[in-house]
């Protein structure tokens, strides 16, 4: 592998020597290598993952994209259908022989992208909204890769915003964009960043047990043995341990195996589409303004931690986002930051373990396009030539100085 692959992109908020926001970005699986937040001279990095960025080829979905499609899919021969195209799609099994997993056994997370100047699927108004402090990353996915049908062009906006009121505790926001387009036909698309959250992992934090988590879905997906979906959505009214509406520590009556589920949002409006209209990606189109110019002040997600003070706010044109506990951690796996405490060697027996990091993955759901409740709507995760994926998420971060 080059070692291009693993040199990070540094995004920073301008005019300061020490900006409130900073985020590390390596193009080996577009990682979210460091999300920096600068609080009273303290460094705050409140993603997990490991010391050197080459270790994420161990480490793997550790704040890195997921793709072409998130999460669980059945291994098989499935036909698809949309607009008039017709196309098979062949997941590759990966976690056992039914399953394919975030993508297959080569998915978008353990691939080099690369850092573009002219994007094709971002128009110049819209890049030009953030000064310097954005990158945009590209890949393209041949036909047939893992199984899914069309080459795929897939890019990337990573972008900062600087605080809109400082003296609130605003220390400005992150957005992601991801967008997408198949040569021909149809093919399936459902991206995230699998990205793990503590705020208090700079502060020797050992887990995410005592921040509160708020995330305003009244639905979780069923699942099989298999964690395979079952396109059932039972209310969360029912399962205690999922009601997340209100907001509730993690460790408020968590599963013995720990959190690893889909939430569907309630119904809401959503003002920016997941689908573009080809042909509208002109020059002048700007389909950006409305994420930036809208702060998350009803957040469909909030993670805050009374130790830090910190709190990250979510908004999304997503349909759900999945919360993962890292319960698959194990202190003899991988490597811990040196900032979160660790060796930072790989293997070394000091790193993460379960439940030191909130992982909240943003996608619509689970093998959306086998579900025959979705069929034909906007939610299939089905996207034909004639159409542009357009999936963002919007991080504000603010801190208030604990009690």
Known sequence: MSDDQFKPVLITLPASLTPS????????????????????????????????????????????????????VPVGTHTIERGGYTAEVKPQPNQNERVSLHGGPVGLDSLPWAKVANPTLFSKTEVAHFGDSYS????????????????????????????????????????????????????????TNHWGFNLDASLNGADVLGHTLQIKAD??????????PTHKFPHVDDIPAHDHRKG?????????????DYYRFADRTVNVPKRIAAGDLTGSYDGVAAIINKPVTEPLVQLSSPTSG??????TNQ????????????????AKKKIHGGSGILDHGDSYTPNTAAMLEFHDLLSAFLN????????????????????????????????
Do not use: C, W
């Not at 590209?138 to 605080?163: H, K």
């Open 310 to 315: 910190l709190t990250v706010s979510f908004d």
């Open 219 to 228: 639905r979780i997906a069923a699942l099989d043995a298999d964690s395979l």
């Open 21 to 72: 926001l900073a985020v590390e970005i390596i193009p080996y699986g577009l990682t979210f290598h460091r999300f920096i937040v600068q609080i009273d001279g303290k460094t705050h990095d409140i993603v997990v993952g490991p010391e050197a960025p080459e270790n994420h080829v161990q480490q793997k979905y550790t704040s890195t994209v997921i793709g072409r499609y998130t999460n669980r």
């Open 136 to 191: 945009v990353f590209q890949f393209v996915s041949p036909d047939g890769q893992q199984g899914y049908p069309g080459t795929l062009t897939i890019e990337a906006l990573a972008a900062l915003l600087p605080p809109v009121d400082p003296s609130s505790g605003d220390l400005g926001s992150f957005i992601y964009v991801y967008r997408a387009k198949v040569d021909k036909g149809v093919t399936p698309i459902n991206l």
């Open 319 to 334: 349909t759900g986002v999945m919360f993962y506990s890292n319960t698959g951690a194990t202190a003899d796996k991988g």
């Open 248 to 260: 509730k520590k993690i460790s408020d009556l968590i599963p013995a195996a720990g959190y690893d």
């Open 372 to 403: 025959p409740d979705v069929k034909g709507t906007e939610d299939d995760t089905l996207f034909t030539q004639d159409e542009i994926y357009n999936n963002f998420v919007r991080t504000d971060v603010k801190y208030l100085a604990p009690k």
